[in-house]
């Protein structure tokens, strides 16, 4: 256990419908950010948070991906209008700007079936 | 951030020693190098990180030639439960926006 939690692990929907995943992070970490991957890939980097401000986004798959942080501590992740392709697990992390950046602690994950 | 290339697969036995070499041509000045381990159904996990030389924790050594244009993860005595997948990345680690994984290296593990 990393100390980042993420909720639900597991999520199985309809091809349409609109889904919201939380990260808790390490609560002293400044520092969140979202990958997701796929079947025999590496993570792949979606966003990123520096306290409540979403430093980079543009990396966000389509304009029906979203990512909040509104008070600097957990955030969601909104995916609108489910494809197939969205199918993947979508991974958070964190880290403190104190320390190195290139040593994030992630979450376990939220799998994410879109039937 | 630099790419990294490493081998797809590799198989041990238990109690072997295995040694995961990525290679990083184009590594940068401030690049640092930063090893991340994936058991299946779970998130990375931070291993090791290196600048140059030789860096041991207690679950690896990290070996990084004068030229720092390759790097190798050295795991002593294997055991199943190190059968995971293992990411070399590079990056700047005061500067890094973001961690680029590549495809990483599938480490089986056999009795």
């Known amino acids: 256990d990393t100390g980042v939690s993420q909720d639900p692990r597991h999520k199985i929907t309809k091809r349409g419908q609109n889904v919201t995943f939380r990260c808790d992070p390490i609560?002293?970490?400044?520092?969140l950010y979202w990958y997701r991957q796929t079947l025999g890939q590496g993570p792949e980097f979606l966003t990123y948070?520096?306290?409540?401000?979403?430093?980079?986004k543009s990396r966000l798959l389509s304009d029906r991906f979203s990512a909040e942080r509104p008070k600097g501590s957990f955030s969601t992740l909104e995916i609108q209008r489910t494809e197939q392709g969205d199918s993947a697990m979508y991974l958070c992390?964190?880290?403190?700007?104190?320390?190195?950046?290139?040593?994030?602690?992630f979450g376990p994950g939220t799998r994410l079936t879109v039937l | 951030l630099a790419k990294t290339t490493q081998p797809i697969s590799m198989d041990s036995y238990e109690g072997q020693e295995v040694n995961i070499t990525c290679s990083h041509n184009?590594?940068?000045?401030?690049?640092?190098i930063t090893w991340y381990q994936q058991f299946p159904s779970q998130g990375p996990r931070f291993i090791i990180q290196?600048?140059?030389t030789k860096v041991t924790n207690e679950v690896a050594s990290l070996f990084i030639p004068a030229d720092r244009k390759s790097s190798t993860l050295s795991l002593p005595r294997v055991s199943l439960s190190d059968t995971a997948v293992y990411y070399c990345?590079?990056?700047?680690?005061?500067?890094?926006?973001?961690?680029?994984f590549g495809t990483g290296t599938r480490l089986q593990v056999f009795p």
């Open positions: 992390a964190s880290c403190s700007s104190g320390n190195s950046y290139n040593e994030q602690f």
């Open positions: 609560s002293e970490h400044n520092r």
């Open positions: 948070f520096q306290n409540e401000a979403q430093l980079e």
């Open positions: 184009n590594i940068a000045t401030n690049d640092y």
């Open positions: 290196g600048y140059k």
């Open positions: 990345l590079v990056g700047d680690r005061q500067n890094t926006d973001k961690l680029i």
